[in-house]
């Protein structure tokens, strides 16, 4: 079993930056972020394959930018200039085989 464990999130105003992280217990084909609105289907953020090729949503292109190292199993998530369309619960994904899920970080962007 694949245990993902997700930090960073808060509260921060428009404009702004946060940082997530995801340590998962094993190494894993492919991480990436997904968020959910309040109301609003999962969505992709942003998903890192183990060669190093990405995917980003349209909406978070120039502003997010996803990194993660491979000897620690760690996918980390920078975004900037953080706009309150961007609130939701963000979830580390992961797979190998199959899908696996963080619990999920809130990250609130006040106007």
């Known amino acids: 079993q694949v245990q993902l464990v997700e930090s960073g999130g808060g509260l921060v105003q428009a404009g702004g930056s946060l940082r997530l992280s995801c340590a998962a217990s094993r190494s894993l084909s492919t991480m990436g972020w997904y968020r959910q609105a309040p109301g609003k289907q999962r969505e992709l953020v942003a998903l890192?394959?183990?060669?190093?090729?990405?995917n980003y949503a349209d909406s978070v292109k120039g502003r997010f930018t996803i990194s993660r190292d491979n000897a620690k199993n760690t996918v980390d998530l920078q975004m900037n200039s953080l706009k309150p369309e961007d609130t939701a619960v963000y979830y580390c994904?992961?797979?190998?085989?199959?899908?696996?899920w963080g619990q999920g970080t809130q990250v609130t962007v006040s106007s």
């Open positions: 890192m394959y183990k060669i190093g090729s990405t």
């Open positions: 994904y992961a797979w190998r085989f199959t899908d696996y």
